[in-house]
């Protein structure tokens, strides 16, 4: 956050994949990392049978983000075996000792709220590849939909700030615009239905992330 913003290009990740159609698309389109959900109460839930055909279909250069909210060592390790992950995305109350038990580059997920207090977190998770910023929810781990107030994004961090809820093609130019971050993280703001992507959608989403770039 605190870098010059002409030197910096805000990354986009989509998340919530379950068909390999709409995966290659995106891929297609330029998107820098996709998200496969692990997480069996989300209706963007995949199976390990379902990771592994949407990775092996994808083109060179994705990154593929696993998302795990506070699931069994086994049941990730399981998953490691299968699904060629990049990177584990932790949604839930996983200390950093559990996000680094795997020897793979992670994100900690962080639900904001005006309590949330960004230098105790980047002490704490001080070896995640970046903290990924969220709307809080008492009951949902993410994937709300909604946006959080912005204005609580530290001014200065020491990790990549990845942004993430209820950014849409209305929003993200004016999100990167005001406050640069490292990365832009959407599921539902590109989606035709829960799980289903829309590649119109998806289209003009990364439009306007390159509008926002660009000013």
């Not at 002409?6 to 330029?30: E, H, P, W």
């Not at 909604?146 to 530290?154: G, I, S």
């Not at 832009?184 to 992330?209: H, N, P, Q, T, Y």
Request: charged residues 20%.
């Amino acid at each position: 956050m605190d870098l010059e913003r002409n030197s910096m290009r805000t990354r986009v990740k989509i998340c919530g994949f379950t068909r390999v159609d709409d995966a290659i698309q995106a891929a297609y389109l330029g998107v820098d990392a996709i998200g496969l959900v692990f997480y069996p109460t989300s209706p963007r839930n995949v199976s390990i049978t379902q990771a592994a055909e949407i990775v092996r279909a994808l083109p060179p250069f994705v990154s593929v983000i696993g998302l795990f909210v506070d699931a069994e060592v086994q049941f990730i390790r399981e998953v490691l075996a299968k699904v060629s992950l990049d990177c584990l995305q932790f949604h839930g109350d996983e200390p950093a000792t559990a996000c680094r038990e795997y020897g793979k580059p992670y994100i900690k997920a962080i639900r904001v709220n005006e309590e949330t207090d960004f230098n105790v977190l980047a002490l704490e998770y001080q070896d995640a590849a970046g903290l990924l910023l969220d709307a809080y929810d008492p009951q949902a781990k993410g994937g709300t939909g909604h946006v959080f107030d912005w204005r609580l994004l530290p001014k200065q961090s020491a990790l990549p700030i990845i942004l993430a809820g209820g950014l849409t093609t209305a929003n993200v130019g004016s999100a990167i615009q005001q406050y640069a971050p490292y990365a832009v993280d959407v599921s539902s703001g590109v989606e035709a239905a829960k799980g289903i992507k829309d590649s119109a959608k998806m289209a003009e989403f990364l439009r306007e992330v390159t509008k926002g770039n660009k000013i």
